[in-house]
C-alpha cells in the first residue's frame, strides 16, 4: 500500500496502492469515502484513473446496499487467457501472425455494433426471460442474439501473446455489450429517483444507491447477475473460435489452463466479520489463491496472477495497467510514430482515421485514433511492483499480436 488518508468530514479512509493518483480521481474517492453506505474504507488500486462516480481501478463495500454506478455500464466486463502447447516459434513470421489474426476475424465479429449474421443459441436467454419476460420489454434492443461471442469496441481485444517458457496463449477483454449498459443506466435512474424522494445525503448524484433490501435493488441485482452471465458466456464462445482458428492453423495443439474473471461487479462477500456488497469497478478479485489476470496495453505485458487474499484491499487488485490519458486527449497528444515505436514487432491493425474532424485553433484537420495506443497507459510492470502485496506473479506474457474492437 502506498498511503492512507483520512479528513473529518468523511466517513472512511480511503487507502490506496497507486501513487500517481490524478485530482479527479482523488475527488471521487472522496465522495465515495463520505459516502451513507459505505464500509470501513475505500480501496483504489495502482492502475485507478478517473471514471464515471466512481474511479476504475475503485473497490468498496457497501452495508446493505449497492451502487450501479460503482459497478459501471460495462456490466461484467472482464477477461479470458488460455495457455496453449504450442511453442513460439510457429509465430516467428509476422506474416504469419497476420494471417492467423485475420482468420480470428473471420470467426469473431469486432468493433461498436459489431454483429453475428444470425441470431446464436444460448439455454440462458430463454431460462431468464421465462422467468422475467418483463424484462424484453424494458429493454427491447439489450437481448440482442447476434451480439453474443462478440468483441465489442473501445479498450477490448484479443491477443495473440508468449509465455517466459516460449509457449503460446490466448486473451480476450470484453464484456456484457449492450446488455450492461441497458441495466446499469435504467437501476441509475431509479437509485436517483428513490434517493430524491428518501432525502437521501449521497455526495453525488453519479453514487445513487439502491437498498438491498428493496424490490428496486433486488431487481438490480438480478438483472447485474444476468448480465454478468451473459458477459462471462461471450467471452467463452469467442475463445472457442478462437480456438477453432488455431487448430485450423495448427492442427496439432492442445489447450491447457482457462482463466475466465470479471472486473467490474458487485458481490455479497464477508469482509472485517461483515456481509458487505463489494462493488469492483476495473478491479478484480484476488482472494487468496485465486487466478487472475492482469492485463498491459496492447503493446506491453500481461501477467496471469494469483492473490494473497490482503483483506485491506478486499481482497482484490488491478486488472490492469490504467490509463494515463484520457481518449481524446491521446490522440491530440500523441504521434503516430511514437506509437508506432511501441508497436514495434507486434502484429496490429493500423491506427484509423477518426470519422469526424476536430478543429486545432483555427485550422481543421483530421485525427488518428490513438487512444489505445501503449503510451496512453501506465507502465504495468511499475502498476504490479506496487501491488505484490496483493498478488503473486505466477506467467507473464508478450503480445506477439493484437486485435482491437
Not at 196 to 217: R, V
Not at 259 to 284: C, D, M, P, Q, S
Not at 293 to 301: A, D, L, R, V
Not at 385 to 390: G, K, Q, V
Request: hydrophobic share 40%; charged share 25%; with cysteine.
Amino acid at each position: 500500500m502506498e498511503w492512507i488518508k483520512s479528513d473529518k468530514n468523511w466517513l472512511v479512509p480511503v487507502k490506496s496502492w497507486c501513487d500517481d493518483l490524478e485530482e479527479s480521481a482523488m475527488k471521487q474517492a472522496i465522495n465515495l469515502a463520505q459516502h451513507p453506505t459505505i464500509f470501513k474504507h475505500v480501496a483504489l488500486m495502482p492502475d485507478c484513473h478517473v471514471g464515471y462516480g466512481m474511479p476504475i481501478g475503485g473497490v468498496i463495500a457497501c452495508k446493505d446496499a449497492v451502487i450501479p454506478n460503482a459497478v459501471g455500464v460495462d456490466i461484467g466486463c472482464g477477461m479470458v487467457a488460455v495457455e496453449t502447447s504450442l511453442d513460439a516459434e510457429i509465430f516467428t513470421e509476422m506474416a504469419d501472425r497476420r494471417k492467423f489474426l485475420n482468420q480470428v476475424k473471420e470467426l469473431i465479429p469486432v468493433g461498436e455494433g459489431a454483429s453475428h449474421k444470425e441470431e446464436q443459441s444460448w439455454s440462458g436467454f430463454e431460462e431468464y426471460l421465462v422467468e422475467h419476460s418483463e424484462i424484453a420489454e424494458k429493454w427491447p434492443n439489450s437481448l440482442d442474439r447476434k451480439n453474443l461471442g462478440t468483441l465489442g469496441g473501445g479498450n477490448h481485444f484479443i491477443e495473440l501473446q508468449i509465455d517466459t517458457d516460449n509457449k503460446i496463449w490466448l486473451m480476450i477483454h470484453s464484456g456484457s455489450r449492450n446488455l450492461g449498459y441497458k441495466v446499469a443506466s435504467f437501476y441509475h435512474k431509479i437509485a436517483l429517483e428513490l434517493n430524491q424522494k428518501f432525502h437521501s445525503k449521497i455526495p453525488s448524484y453519479d453514487l445513487a444507491f439502491l437498498p438491498t433490501n428493496s424490490s428496486e435493488g433486488q431487481s438490480y441485482i438480478r438483472d447485474m447477475n444476468f448480465a454478468l452471465n451473459y458477459a462471462y458466456e461471450n467471452r467463452q464462445r469467442m475463445m472457442t473460435n478462437f480456438q477453432l482458428a488455431i487448430k485450423e492453423f495448427v492442427s496439432h495443439v492442445e489447450f491447457k489452463k482457462e482463466v475466465n474473471i470479471h472486473h467490474n461487479y458487485a458481490a455479497l462477500e464477508e469482509h472485517f466479520g461483515e456481509k458487505v456488497w463489494v462493488h469492483r469497478k476495473g478491479a478484480t478479485s484476488a482472494k487468496k489463491d485465486e487466478w487472475g489476470i492482469i492485463s498491459g496495453s496492447m503493446g506491453t505485458n500481461s501477467y496471469i496472477v494469483k492473490g494473497l487474499g490482503n483483506c485491506e484491499s478486499f481482497c482484490s487488485c488491478s486488472h490492469g495497467a490504467g490509463r494515463v490519458l484520457g481518449r481524446r486527449q491521446a490522440s491530440k497528444t500523441l504521434s503516430v510514430e511514437d506509437c508506432n515505436k511501441a508497436m514495434e514487432g507486434i502484429a496490429f491493425d493500423r491506427w484509423s482515421k477518426f470519422k469526424n474532424k476536430w478543429k486545432k485553433g483555427k485550422q481543421t484537420q483530421n485525427l488518428y485514433d490513438l487512444s489505445e495506443a501503449p503510451l496512453a497507459y501506465k507502465d504495468i510492470d511499475k502498476v504490479i511492483a506496487d501491488e505484490l502485496d496483493l498478488i503473486i506473479v505466477k506467467v507473464k506474457l508478450r503480445p506477439l499480436g493484437v486485435i482491437k474492437g
